[in-house]
């Protein structure tokens, strides 16, 4: 569980992981914005059997007056065999997406478990957004986007770090950290 009160200057909370002994940071997740307490689940599945820490890293500048980020109820489940209580709700979305890092065009893949509406948001590392992909429901249980590497006006970014963010109507955020190449 967190809620999140960043400004909307670039301000945000970064939550990675990077294997023991290693310094090779792995984003799972950027929260920025305003959300009230919002309950954020993450499958470490192709992480089991390795020995790995996880990170929380906010990255403000120092003009800003919002409170942050608190986090309450972590919970991490490591069992293969582990079967959710009743307050446990499996990931609405599944996505994957590639290759990363892209030069002309990033593939985006959906598998969902309903129908509900959800959104494909690109985002800065400013935390501004560039792009809106889609904005509808899905009838059947999976479909397939493309991100040209352009912004709204139809002009291509720059090469650099780019975040790809999937919201459902439920709440459940997915965001990942892609790398346009020039």
């Keep these: ?36 307490w919002t309950q954020y689940d993450y499958d470490l599945s192709f992480l089991a059997g390795q020995n790995i820490h996880i990170y929380f890293r906010v990255i403000t500048g120092s003009s800003g007056t919002a409170d942050g980020i608190y986090i309450d109820d972590l919970r991490l489940f490591a069992s293969v065999s582990y079967v959710p209580n009743e307050g446990h709700v499996a990931p609405a979305i599944k996505l994957s997406y590639g290759p990363n890092p892209f030069t002309q065009e990033l593939s985006i893949r959906l598998i969902k478990q309903d129908n509900q509406a959800f959104s494909i948001d690109i985002f800065n590392l400013r935390g501004q957004k560039i792009r809106s992909l889609t904005n509808k429901s ?27 963010r999937v919201s459902s109507a439920d709440g459940t955020k997915i965001s990942r950290k892609v790398l346009k190449l020039k």
């Design 138 to 164: 899905l009838t059947s249980n999976g479909e397939s986007f493309s991100w040209d590497g352009k912004d709204y006006a139809g002009r291509e970014v720059s090469g650099g770090i780019y975040f790809l």
């Design 1 to 36: 569980m967190a809620k999140i009160d960043f400004m909307n200057d670039g301000d945000h909370c970064v939550v990675g992981y990077t294997p023991a002994g290693s310094s090779n940071w792995q984003t799972i997740d950027v929260l920025q914005g305003t959300h009230d």
